[in-house]
């Protein structure tokens, strides 16, 4: 008889389950179905949002690309314009730096490289680099009388300042 009270101990106790209503199993799918409807719907947006992201990653990227690129030329734009000021007496020479110069700025117009920066424009500090003040009454306030260096903007994003010299 020892045996038999022993496994009636052992045998676990049943859980008493609560009678369900006809209208709880209803509420309990509604429930899930509102909750994977949410998760589905957060990772719907959470998705696009991705996408949209990328896009305008991808499209950055090529524009940043663009602009080193550009970047990188500024140097020969700069030695061109150089040799093109220097006084010489070989015509041949001087028609060849000047036939090498339109053709760089073709290729930076094709690209959407604007070039600013000249005498008589009014200062803005978002595009020049004043390095020179001077006072001339003769000119107004904020005016560039001298350029060292051209300044190169591509769409928005300036490539590299315009150094120059301000009067007033």
Do not use: C
Not at 60 to 71: E, Q, R, T
Not at 135 to 155: A, P, R
């Amino acid at each position: 008889m020892a045996k038999k009270e022993k496994a009636k101990k052992e045998t676990p106790t049943e859980a008493v389950e609560t009678p369900e209503t006809p209208e709880t199993p209803a509420v309990n799918w509604e429930e899930k179905y509102n909750a994977e409807h949410d998760s589905y719907l957060r990772l719907a947006a959470d998705y696009d949002n991705f996408r949209k992201r990328t896009a305008k990653e991808k499209e950055a990227s090529y524009g940043n690309g663009k602009a080193d690129a550009v970047a990188k030329l500024l140097p020969v734009y700069d030695n061109l314009e150089r040799a093109l000021n220097q006084p010489t007496e070989d015509a041949a020479y001087k028609k060849g730096v000047e036939m090498t110069m339109t053709e760089l700025v073709k290729i930076f117009t094709a690209l959407g490289v604007e070039i600013f920066g000249d005498v008589g424009d009014t200062f803005d500090p978002n595009l020049h680099n004043a390095v020179m003040h001077t006072e001339d009454e003769s000119l107004g306030e904020n005016v560039i009388t001298m350029v060292f260096q051209k300044g190169f903007k591509l769409g928005d994003k300036v490539v590299r300042f315009a150094m120059v010299q301000v009067a007033n």
